[in-house]
């Protein structure tokens, strides 16, 4: 079932949702966009395309208190607000969500594959009701149609939206979905008008996206490739800013780290990076990662080959962040296809 909601009507539907959650929008514009807070409809900005920084923060806080501890005692950071809800987000950022899940939210731990949950992430993403949008105009930039996704994929979502002229077409995609629209009974039910309109705009946003690579190609090069010069050719350029892993809206590497004083402080996790020297830095001194070829590979490698062979997907959505905040040009999706060519 849809629900259309009139655009002239859409404050009265944001008062019910801000009535039950928290919500988060997208709002700025241009380099300086990224999901917040929002009071009213005023502030939230759907001509972004994606937003510069992911929704990924708002569950994975760049920085992250996860404790205070005074002498022998711990208290632990757990107030519990109102739950989340994220208006606004992009299909290939809602798939992304899931990804992150299975490492923080249910991830296996070897050598028993005991079941490990992140309880802040947890906290944060269970709960939370995600309205992903669909994508009319994909950027130039965009590839997610290379992990059988699309711009109007609902993987992630819990209600999916569809933006027309004049109306916003709603359909719920989970049960929480679901409950949700339940609440909202002053609206119009959509007719076979809105169904022909919602197929209608998501060929014509298909049609932008180029023709995808054949990923099964690289599954079937890229173990035997580990030593293969074409490593040092692609990673020449990088100057491991880091700045790829931090807008991505799936890599999760983080570090720990306690700041006080006498018998008192804070425990923080905060954003880290593979791409970063120091990142594999060992007490001894010794770093197994040393050379800028060594780190450019491990972040494709993970991407591609660990993270698949772990959870059966690939850590990667096609967002297209990477490409454009690259500031020496590195095109992510030009590496798959020179990894795709080579020979073992």
């Given at each position: ?98 990804l992150i899940d299975k490492i923080f939210g249910s991830a296996k731990q070897k050598p028993n594959d005991e079941n490990f949950e992140d309880p802040y992430w947890k906290s944060k993403y ?185 959870n059966d997907d690939y850590l990667c959505t096609g967002c297209g962040r990477c490409i454009y905040v690259c500031p020496v040009n590195v095109d992510i999706r030009e590496v798959v296809e ?7």
């Open positions: 079932m849809i629900i259309k909601i009139n655009k002239n009507k859409f404050d009265k539907f944001f008062k019910i949702l801000k009535g039950n959650y928290d919500v988060f929008a997208p709002i700025g514009d241009g380099m300086n966009s990224k999901f917040s807070r929002v009071k009213s409809i005023k502030e939230i900005n759907l001509d972004i395309s994606n937003t510069d920084k992911s929704p990924k923060e708002i569950f994975f806080p760049q920085t992250e208190i996860l404790f205070n501890f005074e002498s022998q005692k711990i208290n632990l950071n757990a107030e519990k607000n109102k739950s989340f809800a994220v208006w606004g987000m992009r299909p290939c950022d809602a798939k992304s969500l899931t269970d709960d939370a009701l995600i309205f992903s949008i669909g994508c009319n105009t994909p950027a130039s930039t965009c590839f997610c149609n290379w992990f059988e996704s699309g711009p109007f994929e609902k993987i992630g979502s819990d209600i999916f939206v569809v933006n027309t002229d004049e109306y916003y077409l709603m359909e719920a995609v989970s049960e929480k979905g679901k409950v949700f629209l339940k609440k909202v009974t002053d609206f119009e039910k959509g007719i076979k008008k809105d169904e022909e309109k919602i197929t209608e705009l998501k060929k014509r946003a298909e049609s932008y996206l180029k023709k995808s690579v054949d990923l099964k190609a690289l599954d079937n090069v890229i173990e035997e490739i580990w030593g293969n010069p074409v490593w040092d050719e692609l990673s020449n350029k990088c100057i491991n800013c880091g700045a790829c892993t931090f807008i991505c809206p799936t890599c999760h590497c983080f570090d720990i780290q306690d700041e006080g004083k006498e018998k008192a402080g804070k425990r923080i996790r905060l954003w880290d990076s593979c791409m970063f020297p120091d990142f594999t830095g060992e007490a001894s001194g010794h770093n197994p990662r040393l050379l800028s070829k060594d780190r450019f590979r491990q972040r494709f490698m993970h991407k591609f080959k660990y993270f698949p062979d772990n020179k990894i795709v060519k080579c020979e073992s």
